[in-house]
């Protein structure tokens, strides 16, 4: 009896562990695009009426008060050596227009990636001497929807070469891996499943040019990395932290398959 | 004398901790048996209660509803990713619907539908959850002979 069980546990184990392997997609071409130029819609397109029209009125979109506090920081100067980012990035030189296509990006030591945020944080420490901000602190994510709300209708531009492709194939290989007691994984519901209803919630493509986005269920401006915590928790599996290298590198992942939208940035999402 | 009673008190501690051993691992190990697309056998013993399963399908404990529509059910927001439940009972077997919540992987690989039976061979599960199935052996009972009335 104890054979047979432990035997039918050995093939069960077999079967479960050969799966992963199997996940349709991952063993695709590296750049296959789950959805070419043309099929790509934006989080906008699956807002309630009442909801998009909120975020296409600048008077109306909350996450507007995270823009003009962030147009606030720029423009004023921090601790010691009084340095404004307007001083280094103003309309002459280094506007920052389109910098979000940027990101996420290798870091100068070459060996990880930050994104806009971590960004801020490295020009607030080595330039102007300042201390950084936490991460998803009101003031880092003002800053960030500010600069990102510089680009807005603009096109995302996230170009994948020798330089960020090891990341790249690690975020895509994070969005095919089935994780927590849900054992779901992000291409399961973003791609071909857009539209189809999980209670009230209308599934979207899992686009990220929204971000920093004005999130309802919050009532905050919050970064692409907190609302991936959020994916994570709603399939059980553990978060990572705001961050995390693997967060970074499912961003550049992500960023790229939606690229060719538009920046909404700051849009509302649920 | 008190020698033999000492080893009858070892011998039935012994026995204890056996048996309490082979429940938790009935408990843990989710050993079941497919055969015919089918799992004949219940997971556990006992007559199964149909309207806790109706209670588990429709609360956020099995939250079938995120994705299934029933619509005998009078609530507002249900899912249509995975098929409808309507007339499901009609449908499958017993032991169909076994397989099924116990492992859709068997028959779909690419099932969006989780197990609800399985606590292994998962990748960074939440802690309060690690170890855990989503539901009992003695829910998905439940659930099973609720669904079998949906006809």
Known sequence: ?270 | MNNKYNIFLLATIFTLCIFVLQSVEAESESVYEIRNNQIMEPLVEGLPDPMNGREIVISRIGNCLACHKISSIDESFQGNIGPSLDGVGERYKEGELRLRLVNPYYLNPESLMPSFFQNKNLVRVEKKYSGKTILTARQIEDVISWLLTLK
């Not at chain 1, 050969?18 to 071409?29: A, H, L, P, S, Y």
């Not at chain 1, 990341?167 to 857009?194: D, P, S, T, V």
């Not at chain 1, 398959?257 to 849009?267: A, C, N, T, V, W």
């Open chain 1, 1 to 270: 009896m104890k054979f047979f069980l432990s035997l039918l546990l050995f093939s069960l184990i077999n079967s479960v562990a050969g799966r992963t392997e199997n996940i349709k997609g991952i063993n695709d071409n590296l750049y296959d695009r789950p959805y070419s130029i043309g099929e790509l819609k934006s989080g906008r397109n699956f807002l309630q009426k009442e909801t998009l029209e909120m975020e296409l009125d600048d008077f109306d979109n909350p996450g507007m008060i995270w823009v003009e506090r962030g147009k606030e920081l720029f423009n004023s100067v921090l601790e010691k050596n009084n340095l404004s980012c307007n001083q280094c990035h103003n309309t002459n030189k280094n506007s920052l227009i389109g910098a979000p296509s940027n990101f996420p990006k290798l870091n100068k030591d070459n060996i990880s990636l930050i994104n806009m945020e971590q960004q801020i944080n490295i020009c607030i420490v080595d330039y102007m001497e300042a201390r950084p901000y936490p991460l998803e602190s009101r003031e880092l994510l003002s800053l960030s929807a500010y600069i990102a709300y510089k680009s807005k209708g603009l096109p995302m531009d996230i170009k994948i070469d020798s330089s960020n492709e090891k990341f790249f194939k690690r975020g895509k290989e994070l969005y095919f891996e089935r994780i927590g007691q849900m054992n779901l994984a992000c291409n399961q519901c973003h791609n071909h499943l857009e539209g189809k209803y999980l209670r009230a919630e209308q599934i979207s493509q899992g686009h990220i040019n929204g971000y920093p986005s004005y999130m309802m269920r919050w009532g905050v401006v919050a970064s692409v990395h907190r609302r991936f915590q959020f994916c994570n928790e709603q399939a059980r599996a553990e978060p990572l932290e705001i961050g995390h290298p693997d967060y970074n590198a499912l961003q550049l992942y992500i960023a790229w398959r939606g690229s060719g939208l538009l920046f909404e940035s700051p849009s509302i999402r649920r």
